[in-house]
């Protein structure tokens, strides 16, 4: 049985999702420090098995950024990620104001989802850059 919840992942299941979906590894220090402070979760279950999840973290107000969307390879071009990102962007409409920012890192290709939900490349005005320890 499918269920969604707004809920933080557990550290397993991010942890998992992530290096699962060909993300960067996140440690469980890292894990258990961050999870929980987002302003918004969603985790998708089968029977009780994460397999899709999707955070935003932000003061609530100025900017949002939207991390962490990652769906276990076994349930990939089913529509989970699109599932995610309603649910991500249904909060954000729900609480963004105007002149509120909304940003991403995409990988590719996940840019085509973010695409369809009206999300444009910053380039050539300005580019996404980051520092990782």
């Known amino acids: 049985?499918?269920?969604i919840k707004h809920?933080?992942?557990t550290v397993e299941t991010y942890r998992r999702l992530r290096k699962d979906s060909g993300m960067s590894e996140k440690t469980i220090q890292a894990a258990e420090q961050g999870l929980g402070n987002a302003c918004f979760d969603v985790v998708i279950y089968d029977d009780g098995y994460g397999f899709a999840m999707g955070r935003v973290i932000g003061?609530?107000?100025t900017a949002f950024q939207i991390i962490d969307v990652a769906?276990?390879?076994k349930y990939q071009g089913l529509g989970y990620g699109k599932m995610v990102l309603t649910?991500?962007?249904d909060y954000i409409e729900a609480v963004a104001v105007p002149s509120s920012y909304v940003s991403l890192i995409a990988d590719y290709p996940a840019d085509?989802?973010?695409?369809?939900?009206g999300f444009e490349s910053t380039e050539p005005n300005s580019g996404g850059m980051y520092i990782k320890y």
């Open 59 to 61: 003061d609530g107000g």
């Open 87 to 89: 649910h991500i962007m």
């Open 7 to 9: 809920e933080p992942p």
């Open 71 to 73: 769906v276990d390879p």
């Open 112 to 117: 085509k989802l973010y695409k369809q939900f």
């Open 1 to 3: 049985m499918i269920d």
